[in-house]
């Protein structure tokens, strides 16, 4: 077995090493000093250049051309996705409005034990795919048993109509999109 001394190369490397160890400031000391350096060392380095994928989009331009230009990047600034145009308000129409009538009735048509998917079944050929798989989640007790007035449109435009739907549990804010298919409920709230 060798023998360990304060002398040598070995000794000094094992002082070093063990320093950190030898109590929680240390500890602390070493964590911090380690993090600065290499926080340092991530300022210093320079930025990678830029990959042909991530430069510019590909363009068809000729195989045999034999001039690439160099990529150079530029820092933009942020896009802000802003509409450039409020959709114009139209008249309603009597196909959508007729639409959340025939969907209200088969809202308020659950007879007492009926079971959900056969429910659901009757709101399908009004209602988009999409709202239909988030009707799974509501219990059709909830959704009240009579329409108490008639269908009024709130707002309206070429593609989509907000419809106001009064039932016996309160009214229904009814968002009405045309879609290939015809007009279909997209979406409802309770109102108040």
Do not use: C
């Amino acid at each position: 077995m060798p023998i360990r001394t304060h002398r040598g190369r070995a000794a000094v490397y094992r002082r070093l090493w063990g320093w950190p160890l030898r109590s929680p400031k240390h500890l602390a000391t070493a964590v911090i000093v380690l993090a600065v350096v290499a926080t340092a060392i991530g300022f210093l380095l320079p930025e990678p250049p830029p990959t042909q994928n991530m430069a510019a989009p590909r363009t068809s331009a000729p195989r045999h051309s034999a001039v690439v230009p160099p990529l150079t990047r530029t820092k933009s600034p942020p896009t802000i996705s802003v509409p450039q145009a409020v959709p114009t308000p139209v008249a309603p129409d009597p196909a959508g409005l007729a639409v959340v009538e025939q969907w209200g009735k088969a809202w308020v048509d659950h007879p007492v034990g009926a079971d959900r998917q056969q429910w659901l079944d009757k709101l399908r050929p009004y209602t988009t795919d999409e709202f239909l798989t988030e009707m799974a989640s509501v219990d059709p007790s909830n959704a009240g048993n009579v329409i108490t007035g008639a269908t009024t449109a709130v707002s309206s435009t070429a593609g989509s109509m907000v419809v106001r739907l009064p039932t016996d549990v309160g009214a229904l804010s009814v968002t009405v999109n045309k879609t290939p298919a015809g007009w279909r409920v997209a979406q409802y709230d309770k109102e108040g």
